[in-house]
């Protein structure tokens, strides 16, 4: 008899691990498909064209994006040359039996723009190099292999970091505050979190401040040293990207070492931009989720009107996220639309002067790899 009780209790306990094992695999399944996960990372070699040899890999069902990070010489520009689909779609086109070097260079270091031939939508940049696809509705992202090329101005080598996004719920935008200044100011981070969530409600996307950082010991608080635009025969100037060696990208830099196991974006309130005439700026379009790179970050100068500071910061977060203005002129006048706003919407859109985003928009930024599920 007592054996008997002996044995139907080991039997309940049993089950009782069998269930509780169940659980934990279903928690870490879950986590695993609700968080973006790492393809790959490869090095690769680019020929004296400048462009690479193939990366392949493969696309599991139903992803939610593609994201791409190439990080090479921060002396040199970087795009992609080839992007083939599971489908056989080829969305770039560059022919490759011509450099992609004279192209590269016309655009971002003559022409100050955020562009690239092809039907795919790039901005080069240099050193560091992001896409994430897709990035327009309409584009489709099959199951199975998909492969990549790169593109640079001459021969060299460089490493490529491709993150798939699960198709899971993701949602949450985690941010970190750093107020940058030589000062002690008086300053309402959380007032100006929730009036930069009550611009992102219309996305559906979450804001959670994760870290509030004091950077008072650094020659970051005025951002000088920046990129140089040119002016434009209409008279009005440039948009250049900035550099590796900028200011800003110094203190995105810092701000990684300050929080070195954080991966949410760091947003930086700094006191003046030198008096440039420069409000705010992101250090991508979209930016690598590389919380590491020099180019992980957002600066908005602070001022004490927080409806102004939440709509500039919630427009560098858009770009960050993968959102160009509706229009860029280049140094040459020559005018570039970014296919997803129109004219008529263009003066109240978030990515001009006002704060609505439409739904091309919203689809493009819920396709960023730095959304999480919780």
């Known amino acids: 008899m007592a054996n008997r009780r002996m044995c139907a209790a080991l039997l309940q306990l049993c089950g ?61 520009v970087y795009a992609l040359a080839s992007l083939r689909t599971a ?69 060299g080598s460089a490493r ?8 899971n719920k993701t949602n949450v935008l985690h941010l970190n505050f750093f107020t940058v200044s030589h000062r002690t100011p008086q300053f309402d981070t959380k007032l100006l979190a929730r009036k930069i969530q009550d611009i992102f409600d219309q996305a559906e996307i979450q804001i959670v401040i994760d870290n509030e950082v004091a950077l008072n010991d650094t020659p970051f608080g005025d951002l000088t040293n920046l990129a140089a635009p040119k002016q434009r025969p ?35 309130l700094v006191d003046s931009f030198g008096g440039r005439g420069i409000k705010a700026l992101s ?39 993968g959102l160009d203005h509706p229009t860029r002129w280049s140094a040459s006048d020559a005018v570039y639309r970014d296919g997803l706003v129109s004219g008529a919407e263009g003066v109240t859109n978030l990515m001009s002067s006002g704060t609505e985003l439409n739904p091309a928009q919203i689809y493009v930024i819920t396709r960023s790899p730095l959304l999480r599920a919780k």
Not at 19 to 26: D, P, R, S
Not at 160 to 167: D, G
């Open 234 to 268: 209409s008279g009005a100037p440039t948009d250049p990207e900035e550099a590796p060696d900028s200011a800003p990208a110094k203190l995105a830099f810092l701000g990684h070492q300050r929080l070195p196991s954080s991966n949410a974006l760091n947003v930086f």
């Open 283 to 321: 250090l991508g379009t979209p930016g690598p989720p590389l919380p590491s790179s020099y180019y992980f970050g957002v600066f908005v100068e602070r001022s004490s009107n927080y409806e102004v500071m939440a709509r500039l910061a919630a427009h560098e977060v858009a770009h960050f996220l």
């Open 16 to 76: 009782i691990i069998i269930l509780y094992a169940a659980a934990v695999f279903a928690a870490e399944r879950e986590q695993r498909t609700s968080e973006p996960q790492q393809g790959l990372v490869r090095d690769v070699s680019l020929n004296e064209l400048g462009i690479s040899e193939v990366v392949v890999f493969d696309v599991p069902r139903n992803m939610r994006s593609l994201t791409v990070t190439v990080v090479g010489d921060p002396e040199r």
């Open 160 to 167: 490529v970091h491709v993150l798939l996004s699960a198709p």
């Open 87 to 155: 489908d056989g779609v080829e969305h770039v086109g560059w022919d490759e039996k011509q450099s992609p070097g004279p192209t590269l260079n016309k655009f971002y270091r003559e022409e100050h723009l955020c562009h690239f031939p092809g039907t795919l939508r790039q901005c080069p940049r240099l050193g560091t190099f992001t896409l994430v696809y897709p990035n327009k509705p309409g584009q489709k992202l099959p199951a199975g292999p998909t492969s990549l090329k790169i593109s640079s101005e001459k021969a």
